[in-house]
């Protein structure tokens, strides 16, 4: 473990503003906001010691699934093409069913939240972060909150579009020993009364971007604090996709 100060999450968007969360070594929230790219590498990089993970692939495929050795040697029909246009990790992730992105060979093919996270990672570079699992004082990681959350139930969690699934993310985060506000509360309200003439608030409830910023955060806070405890998928020559558990189930 290094003598790092704070542990930063970041949910690079499609749009201006990005959502970004800072907790301290005691999970206590010292910031989560929203801002431009520029102005979260600009945060990041004051810091002097930190591990930041961002949800977005930290490099571009490098079709290693399509080589019929590297398929063979993790089990895959060497001369099929499935996964092929994979990184190993998502492939690791797909065949478990979980569902993610798939990262381009070409740059200028990446949709514009991948941009996004490449632009922070570029940035961190500059300011000479190393990446995961090479160890110093300032370092950066790939992670992926959708399967944050379903790791740490075991099972796939309700859509963060909907208000049970910002509910049960934040009550996820709260068990965890986040300082977020406990979601459960927010539940008394629900009479018939309320929910019929639309009277259900959403006070204390977080957004899906925030929430992902702040399981990117805490999966930087588990690499570093409980390093044991999370598990690196991929190969490290185009990036690993890092999860604060220790194992994952066959299938979810």
Request: aromatic content about 8%; glycine content about 6%; proline content about 6%.
């Amino acid at each position: 473990m290094t003598e790092t100060s704070v542990y930063i999450g970041v949910d690079p968007a499609a749009a201006r503003l990005s959502a970004y969360a800072i907790l301290d070594e005691h999970l206590k929230i010292v910031k989560l906001d929203k801002a431009s790219i520029e102005e979260i590498v600009d945060t990041v990089v004051n810091y002097p010691a930190v591990v930041c993970a961002v949800d977005a692939p930290i490099g571009l495929a490098k079709g290693l699934l399509e080589d019929p050795d590297y398929r063979r040697r993790l089990g895959l029909e060497p001369k099929r093409s499935n996964y092929s246009t994979c990184r190993v990790c998502e492939y690791e992730l797909r065949k478990r069913k979980i569902a993610l992105y798939n990262t381009p060979k070409d740059r200028e093919k990446a949709p514009s939240w991948i941009k996004n996270g490449w632009q922070i990672y570029d940035g961190l570079r500059k300011a000479d972060f190393v990446e995961y699992p090479r160890i110093g004082s300032r370092r950066m990681l790939e992670t992926y909150p959708y399967a944050v959350f379903l790791a740490l139930i075991g099972k796939r969690p309700y859509s963060k579009s909907s208000i049970e699934g910002l509910l049960q993310r934040q009550l996820i985060l709260f068990e965890e020993g986040i300082e977020v506000p406990d979601p459960m509360p927010h539940l008394e309200e629900w009479t018939r009364h309320r929910v019929k003439t639309g009277q259900i608030g959403r006070k204390n409830i977080l957004d899906h971007d925030k929430l992902d910023a702040l399981a990117a955060a805490y999966t930087a806070y588990m690499v570093d604090r409980e390093p044991r405890s999370v598990i690196a998928l991929g190969d490290t020559s185009e990036g690993q996709i890092v999860l604060p558990v220790d194992d994952l189930k066959d299938l979810y």
